[in-house]
Nanobody, 124 residues
Framework: QVQLVESGGGLVQAGGSLRLSCAAS????????LGWFRQAPGKEREFVAA????????SYSDSVLGRFTISRDNAKNTGALQMNSLKPEDTAVYFC?????????????????WGQGTQVTVSS
């Protein structure tokens, strides 16, 4: 079992930065890939970024590539999403998730554990 808790969301102006954190419980966190997804009002949940269990492989959606950076610290059971050059269209609830598929899948259905989400609002 892995429990995930996100933090770090908030209100920021366009062009600004936020750093989201994902705190995980359970000693097996290091064996799960970590993903970040987001869901805007009236829209489906979409993939943002993923990192393999070792941290050696990362992937990003086209919409955030070059602006967001995913990372993890297995010794501290934490993950993070550094978000720079934020745009109003990045406004959403952001979720971290853990998957037994260790490479870091991009499909939400392949994730086994989810956090409760943290709101990110980017004003224009």
């Amino acid at each position: 079992q892995v429990q995930l808790v996100e933090s770090g969301g908030g209100l920021v102006q366009a062009g600004g930065s936020l750093r989201l954190s994902c705190a995980a419980s359970g000693r097996t966190f290091r064996y799960y890939a970590l993903g970040w997804f987001r869901q805007a009002p009236g829209k489906e949940r979409e993939f943002v970024a993923a990192i393999s269990w070792s941290g050696g492989s990362t992937s990003y959606s086209d919409s955030v590539l070059g602006r967001f950076t995913i990372s993890r610290d297995n010794a501290k059971n934490t993950g993070a999403l550094q978000m720079n050059s934020l745009k109003p269209e990045d406004t959403a609830v952001y979720f971290c998730a853990a998957s037994v598929q260790d490479w870091g899948p991009q499909l939400a259905d392949e994730y086994d554990y989810w956090g409760q989400g943290t709101q990110v609002t980017v004003s224009s």
